[in-house]
């Protein structure tokens, strides 16, 4: 028999998850409605409130929908954005989801602190792998650039020169 009150957590809002009573609180002040079982509409509607951002497709699935939406949608085409996939919360979420068929017949708060520590695992995997990727980045970022810096140029060679000063 599940007894709430024995339900006691070892990290209350210490790690990742809010603490109980900061998150009622929260919910009191909560600018959006909240509906039983929260929906994930509601939470992508509370965040578009706040941010404004420019709509993209990830560049996996940008490539199934059609010629037209490539060039509008593509996280490559977006004005002073630096080259990334679009893909990142799924890549950062598909372990989790694994991880709840195993925390779905725990207690709240053994759940919390099961999902806290693969997190934390995650979170010092990247942090641990950060320079080396990063390093790795930036190599293959010199040589995409000077590969553009050679098509761009012989592209705008072609170019009259009164259409390049417009």
């Known amino acids: 028999m599940h007894r709430p009150a024995n339900d006691v957590q070892l990290s209350e809002g210490a790690r990742f998850m809010v603490g109980q009573a900061e998150y009622k609180k929260h919910l009191k002040a909560a600018n959006d409605q909240r509906e039983k079982g929260e929906r994930q509409m509601n939470m992508d509607y509370s965040a578009y409130s706040i941010v404004k951002m420019k709509a993209t497709i990830g560049l996996f699935r940008v ?5 037209e939406c490539i060039p509008a949608f593509s996280p490559n085409y977006i004005i ?5 996939d679009g893909e990142v919360v799924e890549m950062l979420w598909a372990p989790l989801n694994e991880i709840s068929r195993s925390t779905s017949g725990m207690s709240t708060s053994h759940r919390q602190e099961v999902l806290d520590d693969h997190m934390n695992d995650s979170n010092w995997k990247k942090l641990i792998g950060m ?3 990063l390093s790795q980045q930036h190599r293959a970022g010199k040589v995409e650039l000077d590969k553009a810096i050679t098509a761009f140029k012989s592209i705008n060679s072609t170019v009259s020169q009164d259409k390049q000063d417009d």
């Open 63 to 67: 490539h199934g929908h059609k010629d």
């Open 80 to 84: 002073g954005a630096r080259q990334f």
């Open 131 to 133: 320079v080396n990727y």
